[in-house]
């Protein structure tokens, strides 16, 4: 089992790309807290992954909230006695071109996608600093590196933000063994997406991605397999960035 013996905490986790990485790291042996303000979904998950032979705990979470994040990593060391990976998985897609945009909308984007991230990563460190060393994985998107025309500016300019948090952390906590990664999913069949034809019609592959595809690359960055990877970025997106 590549998780064997690691604690992983991932934001989100109540459905989606979120609850797919959540079953496929229980299945290979960690110990999982998923987080999300969906609680009805997120018990479901929790359920469904424990059924199913995992261990897996469901916390509300708003990545918004500084004290619910200090309040899901201490959930997760209370029960698990460690953090050893965590996943920023939460985010919101919104549509509109840049004069449809309300300043609410943009606030609102980068608080979930951008200050969710920081704040989990703030939350995490001092843990995994406990623990002597650490995996944050943050998930960007591909329109982090080239967003396609119809994509929303705040939703483009959020995830390129997170892009280069996720360098920042890297380079100032190599030396702890403390590493951060970002993955950038391609259209991606979650309830995200919005226009599946539009999606398929910018993807060399000729298909969107599938959850599993996205989360198998999550779990990489979050083995020891990928010891020496930090700072780094991981496109999943069927090629659309590389046009």
Same mark, same amino acid.
């Given at each position: 089992?590549?998780?064997?013996?690691?604690?992983?905490?991932?934001?989100?986790?109540?459905?989606?790309?979120?609850?797919?990485?959540?079953?496929?790291?229980?299945?290979?042996?960690?110990?999982?807290?998923?987080? *999300?303000?969906?609680?009805?979904?997120?018990?479901?998950?929790?359920?469904?992954?424990?059924?199913?032979?995992?261990?897996?705990?469901?916390?509300?979470?708003?990545?918004?909230?500084? *004290?619910?994040?200090?309040?899901?990593?201490?959930?997760?060391?209370?029960?698990?006695?460690?953090?050893?990976?965590?996943?920023?998985?939460?985010?919101?897609?919104?549509?509109?071109?840049?004069?449809?945009?309300?300043?609410?909308?943009?606030?609102?984007?980068?608080?979930?996608?951008?200050?969710?991230?920081?704040?989990?990563?703030?939350?995490?460190?001092?843990?995994?600093?406990?623990?002597?060393?650490?995996?944050?994985?943050?998930?960007?998107?591909?329109?982090?590196?080239?967003?396609?025309?119809?994509?929303?500016?705040?939703?483009?300019?959020?995830?390129?933000?997170?892009?280069?948090?996720?360098?920042?952390?890297?380079?100032?906590?190599?030396?702890?063994?403390?590493?951060?990664?970002?993955?950038?999913?391609?259209?991606?069949?979650?309830?995200?997406?919005?226009?599946? *034809?539009?999606?398929?019609?910018?993807?060399?592959?000729?298909?969107?991605?599938?959850?599993?595809?996205?989360?198998?690359?999550?779990?990489?960055?979050?083995?020891?397999?990928?010891?020496?990877?930090?700072?780094?970025?991981?496109?999943?997106?069927?090629?659309?960035?590389?046009?």
């Amino acid at each position: 089992m590549r998780l064997q013996g690691k604690v992983a905490l991932i934001s989100g986790g109540a459905r989606g790309i979120g609850a797919v990485e959540a079953h496929l790291f229980a299945r290979e042996g960690a110990k999982v807290v998923i987080g *999300d303000v969906l609680e009805e979904e997120g018990r479901k998950t929790e359920a469904a992954v424990n059924e199913a032979g995992g261990e897996c705990i469901f916390v509300r979470l708003d990545v918004t909230s500084e *004290d619910d994040w200090a309040a899901a990593v201490a959930t997760t060391v209370s029960r698990f006695g460690k953090l050893d990976v965590l996943v920023n998985n939460a985010g919101i897609s919104i549509t509109g071109g840049i004069e449809d945009l309300t300043v609410e909308d943009w606030e609102r984007t980068f608080d979930i996608n951008a200050k969710g991230v920081f704040l989990g990563t703030k939350a995490a460190i001092p843990e995994m600093r406990n623990a002597g060393s650490g995996s944050i994985i943050n998930i960007s998107s591909g329109a982090g590196i080239a967003p396609a025309p119809g994509t929303s500016g705040a939703y483009a300019a959020s995830k390129g933000a997170v892009r280069i948090f996720t360098k920042s952390t890297a380079i100032q906590y190599a030396r702890e063994n403390i590493r951060c990664n970002s993955v950038h999913p391609g259209p991606v069949e979650t309830p995200m997406l919005r226009s599946l *034809d539009e999606a398929v019609d910018r993807v060399p592959l000729g298909r969107i991605g599938r959850p599993e595809e996205i989360a198998y690359g999550v779990l990489y960055l979050a083995t020891d397999e990928s010891s020496f990877v930090t700072g780094s970025e991981l496109v999943i997106d069927g090629g659309r960035t590389a046009q």
